[in-house]
């Protein structure tokens, strides 16, 4: 769903109700495509999230609260540099384009008044955030854009500003119903009625013009030429109505939701196209709804931008040891006909007499199968037939010796990819920067990962796991990672307290915390539903968790970070939908 130039007309207007006036306070990144600004005023504090995210590109006033890194990049200090303190004096946004300019009071290096402007230009992909001074030229951008790029508008420091190309089409501040009525009809061909709209009105998002088709057609899908002359009146006085309300900025923030309460569109209008397949929620603020709308499906990039590099990671890892675990399955299987060597070394040691040197082969009677059937055995001609024989009985001890070892490399290699699957399952539940950090400082300390040179770096301290409420009033308690299952489970947990775990399934540790009391049904149901819900199975319907008292819980010595082993269990099967 796309921020269109109508919507963002009345988030300016109610950024400048709350902002004229108000000075920068403080300036943060807290990742590479967002910036996020705080303002204080009179009346409070404010902050405005500017995103040149691909597929949620927008500026509004937020109230979530955004992790920043350890860090600030290069255009953030430049702006804390420029910004702070710098009184906003106006928001400008051309016609009914994506994009809004903010215009600072400012003092610079040598204490003069000067005019800064911050420009969120909204266009998908190439959605950017630029600062320009008073001359019109690029101080930074937060993308730069330069020759091997494109040839048509760079975007560089030192650079003059210029405004993206405009669009051939009409603006609904100006245009009026007969002038839309023509575009239409000059199309190059037919259309959905809908695809038509969107192609010729500026300012309007696919739902406003699927909305618009809607009412027109009662329901009923149109194409551009088969209008009839009530159709096109109805066209023209919901246009009206729509043109009024753009002109007058007098929308209401809608939120089209469906049925398994995912948000599906946004709109400054009433939506009316979905039926009784979603559910209309009317919004407090245009902001509001865009922080709801966005909030879930952001913080998911959020955590996939930073962590890519460690799926990267422990995708290479975990794509070398299957590898080798096959490899050395397949020589291991080799190794399983290791008897057959023996055997045939026991032939040729009964038969030497029958045999000399310089033969390639000899037929001898396998008195180990009954019947006591011929076998053909190769022979090495420059070899004595004793000699032959000691070959194959040192064939024999070498297969013998490489299936232990393979065996042992096998299951070690087997707990290490386990162990890397729980480190992955434990990072697709990452939910804030806290959590990668844990992450990263467990895979440094297992070598996964180089410690950065100079100063040893401090691993963050183990944060405290999940807490949740059973119906019935006992604590149950959460791991988020492996480094929290440890300290969950070895010091924080009571050895009467009940441990749970998927069974063969990476997950978090889940204790439920009796205190002395005897746990009720319906708390150790709950905290099986938790655990199974915080585990790779959280998708299937019916997982097994394992449970037992946390004294039947142990580490083995040298183990990794996360891996017990436990005895004296039961196991039940939970739904963790429920």
Not at 453 to 467: T, W
């Amino acid at each position: 769903m796309a921020l269109d130039g109508a919507f963002l007309r009345h988030i300016k207007n109610e950024l400048e109700n709350r902002l004229l006036g108000a000075r920068v306070d403080k300036v943060h990144q807290p990742n590479r495509e967002e910036l996020v600004v705080s303002f204080r005023s009179r009346e409070g504090a404010e902050k405005v999230l500017f995103s040149a995210r691909a597929n949620s590109a927008r500026v509004h006033l937020t109230g979530i609260p955004l992790e920043n890194p350890a860090q600030p990049p290069m255009l953030c200090m430049l702006l804390r540099k420029r910004l702070l303190g710098a009184k906003l004096r106006g928001i400008r946004q051309p016609e009914l384009e994506r994009l809004l300019h903010f215009d600072f009071d400012c003092i610079d290096e040598l204490g003069d008044r000067v005019v800064l402007t911050l420009t969120m230009e909204i266009m998908g992909r190439y959605s950017n955030i630029i600062l320009t001074g008073p001359d019109g030229k690029i101080i930074d951008a937060l993308k730069r854009v330069d020759a091997s790029m494109t040839s048509q508008r760079l975007v560089l420091p030192g650079l003059t500003y210029h405004l993206p190309p405009p669009q051939e089409k009409l603006c609904m501040l100006t245009a009026f119903p007969q002038e839309l009525s023509t575009a239409l009809k000059n199309l190059p061909r037919d259309m959905e009625l809908s695809k038509g709209l969107l192609s010729v009105l500026q300012g309007a998002s696919p739902v406003v013009c699927r909305e618009l088709a809607h009412r027109v057609g009662r329901g009923r899908e149109l194409t551009v030429m088969t209008m009839d002359e009530e159709q096109a009146f109805r066209l023209g006085f919901f246009y009206q109505k729509l043109r009024e309300t753009v002109e007058d900025i007098g929308g209401e923030p809608h939120m089209a939701v469906n049925l398994q309460k995912k948000p599906m569109d946004f709109s400054f209008t009433d939506i009316q196209q979905y039926g009784t397949s979603a559910v209309i929620r009317k919004g407090e603020s245009f902001s509001g709804m865009l922080d709801s709308f966005y909030q879930e499906k952001d913080q998911q990039e959020r955590m996939r931008v930073r962590e890519q590099d460690l799926l990267r990671l422990l995708g290479n890892h975990s794509e070398r040891l299957s590898r080798k675990i096959n490899a050395q399955k397949a020589e291991l299987d080799q190794c399983a006909q290791r008897d057959s060597l023996r055997i045939m070394g026991d032939l040729l040691s009964a038969s030497l007499y029958s045999m000399e040197k310089g033969m390639e082969s000899v037929e001898l009677s396998n008195f180990y199968e009954e019947g006591q059937p011929m076998v053909k055995i190769k022979l090495d001609p420059s070899l004595t037939p004793n000699q032959n024989a000691q070959k194959y009985y040192k064939e024999y001890r070498k297969r013998k010796t490489a299936e232990e070892k393979l065996t042992e490399q096998i299951e070690l290699a087997g707990r290490e990819l386990t162990y890397l699957e729980s480190v992955l399952d434990a990072l697709a539940r990452a939910e804030t920067e806290r959590d990668l950090m844990e992450i990263r400082a467990e895979l440094k300390e297992q070598g996964y990962l180089k410690a950065g040179r100079g100063k040893k770096e401090r691993p963050p301290q183990v944060s405290a796991p999940m807490s949740f409420t059973s119906s019935d009033g006992f604590t149950i308690l959460v791991g988020r990672n492996n480094r929290q299952n440890d300290r969950l489970t070895m010091k924080l947990a009571n050895n009467n307290d009940i441990w749970f775990h998927t069974k063969n399934i990476p997950g978090s540790h889940t204790v439920l915390v009796t205190e002395g009391r005897e746990p009720t049904n319906t708390a150790m149901e709950e905290a099986a539903v938790l655990a199974a819900r915080h585990s790779r199975a959280k998708g299937s319907s019916q997982v097994p968790v394992d449970y037992t008292q946390v004294r039947n819980v142990s580490k083995p010595q040298g183990a990794r970070p996360g891996m017990v082993i436990y005895v004296n269990y039961k196991t039940v099967f939970v739904d963790p939908g429920e």
